[in-house]
């Protein structure tokens, strides 16, 4: 297409302040020729007539269409203001949809963002696909997505907050491995913000960061059974109903069983598990639910444990695990306290030694424990949201750079994206005129 300006080709361009003047595929990417309607211009200090100073030509990496990258070849107009007491002297023409200088439009560094993002593309992609550099690519992207993370309203309303740690750097000859601490709206399922390290006090001073109104507002709070998160509660969020994770509260009781289990073997042939052992070959039934054994499950588990258990000490334990799952089961506060009390005291007088360190344990988070069945609140959300982090760290192929790994995490799991919804064509005529 070329030589005169059309309408329908405007239309595709989306961009009202600028006309085509011709467009032709070059090597596989769309070249279009634009320019801003022609009209009288006055200066934008005193309004004088400007003066047209000749034009200058520039690129601008647009979205793509149909399939093909986009190139804007804009040939602006330079004005000079024709005043000559006036401060503005000259300028050239701006629109916008395109800042100053920029090499791509804001419509291309929007899509960027969310590519980024919404779909967690790794940047380096992202860059090839748009043919600018991976600084390019990151600036618009952190221009785009910076001012929503830090936007106080984003993380406003939270009642339940759920803090679980992910792995952020694994551990090499110089350091040991680095956690990072997130925060997470557990009944909007939103990531509220990823801070490096595992420890009460980084917890404590993120929650002093906040304000007064913010912490007052939170009712719940759901952590995995980890004393430095407790702890970390203080004194800021004193007041809130703590509720500890049920996944990591049998996850204690099912590493006893495997204490147990390992003990038992080693004294009775007086080596680690090995296939064919009673004991080993059944590791993974002692773990499985009750009620999800199959009839020749719950044979293995009576012939290894007959064979190989001959003080009931795994049996012991197995039991353990069983009644601090009914205790959870169980929708009733009251019914669910008795419950664990019964599973508690079951601990204490057992002659097992690993029995009586989960009692011990269990004991100390009894309240919080029991604060799941009267909230209703796990930390199961925040538990999904670690799944998402993971994917990021893939996308990035590992991070070294934490405000980096902050911001890709939090805009992929902190943010709402407005994706435009397509709407269906079935049902649809044609609104084109003959």
Not at 209 to 232: F, H, K, M, N
Not at 340 to 368: A, H, I
Request: proline share 4%; aromatic share 6%; with cysteine.
């Amino acid at each position: 297409m070329g030589g005169e300006v059309t309408e329908l080709a405007c239309v595709f361009l989306g961009m009202p302040e600028l006309l085509v003047k011709s467009a032709r595929e070059v090597g596989g990417e769309l070249h279009v020729l634009v320019e801003t309607k022609p009209g009288p211009v006055g200066c934008r200090r005193c309004g004088t007539l400007a003066e047209s100073k000749g034009r200058r030509n520039s690129c601008i990496r647009d979205l793509e269409v149909s399939g093909r990258p986009t190139v804007l070849f804009w040939k602006k107009r330079r004005w000079r203001c024709k005043d000559p007491d006036c401060e503005a002297k000259t300028w050239t023409e701006e629109i916008g949809g395109i800042a100053p200088r920029a090499v791509l439009t804001r419509r291309a560094r929007t899509e960027i963002a969310r590519r980024i993002g919404e779909d967690a593309d790794p940047v380096a992609q992202v860059a090839r696909n748009y043919g600018v550099s991976w600084d390019t690519a990151w600036g618009a992207f952190k221009e785009e997505v910076t001012p929503r993370i830090e936007d106080p309203e984003r993380i406003k309303g939270v009642e339940a907050l759920g803090v679980d740690e992910t792995a952020f750097l694994a551990a090499t000859k110089d350091h040991g491995r680095i956690f990072a601490t997130g925060m997470v709206d557990v009944r909007r399922s939103l990531l509220l913000d990823i801070i490096e390290g595992r420890s009460a006090k980084i917890l404590s001073d993120w929650l002093g960061e906040r304000p007064e109104a913010w912490r007052q507002a939170v009712e719940v709070v759901t952590i995995d059974p980890l004393e430095a998160y407790r702890s970390g509660l203080k004194p800021h969020l004193e007041h809130v109903m703590v509720v500890a994770d049920e996944f990591h509260i049998v996850k204690l009781a099912n590493t006893a069983i495997d204490d147990v289990r390992r003990r038992t073997q080693n004294e009775l042939t007086g080596h680690r598990g090995r296939k064919g052992d009673p004991l080993y070959d059944i590791r993974k039934i002692l773990l499985t639910a009750d009620e999800r054994l199959t009839d020749k499950a719950r044979a293995r588990l009576d012939a290894a444990l007959a064979a190989g258990d001959p003080k009931d000490e795994v049996l012991a334990a197995w039991l353990a695990k069983e009644h601090l799952r009914e205790a959870y089961a169980v929708d009733d506060p009251k019914e669910a306290e008795k419950l664990l009390d019964k599973v508690l005291e079951e601990c204490r007088t057992s002659e097992v030694g690993e029995l009586n360190r989960l009692g011990t344990t269990l004991t100390r988070w009894r309240t919080e424990i029991l604060n799941h069945h009267r909230t209703g609140d796990s930390n199961g959300p925040t538990e999904s949201m670690n799944l998402l982090v993971k994917k990021i760290k893939r996308s990035g192929c590992g991070f070294t750079n934490f405000k980096h790994y902050r911001l890709r995490v939090l805009a992929h799991c902190g943010l709402k994206w407005q994706t435009h919804r397509t709407a269906s064509m079935r049902g649809r005529a044609p609104q084109f005129a003959a």
